[in-house]
């Protein structure tokens, strides 16, 4: 991860701001998408963008960010 941040963006997020960008599903997809993709998960990303895949990217980014405080399924 860049500079140790944590979260979406990698900005360093609270964990409460985290989860409340984390329900909200299209902040979800795309700063999702945008976060792998700026790991070096580019597959990862565009898969976030894909409709079908995209819910079950929301739902394992809502377990991650509840348990761990980041994004950790293919980011």
């Not at 860049?2 to 409340?20: E, R, T, V």
């Not at 990862?44 to 079908?52: K, T």
């Amino acid at each position: 991860m860049a500079n140790g941040k944590k979260g979406y963006l990698n900005q360093g997020f609270s964990q409460i701001i985290n989860l409340i960008l984390a329900i909200i599903p299209f902040t979800s997809w795309i700063l999702g998408a945008v976060t792998r993709i700026l790991r070096g998960k580019l597959l990862a990303g565009v898969l976030q963008l894909i409709p079908p895949i995209t819910f079950i990217f929301w739902v394992i980014d809502i377990i991650t960010v509840v348990t761990d405080g980041d994004l950790t399924f293919y980011a």
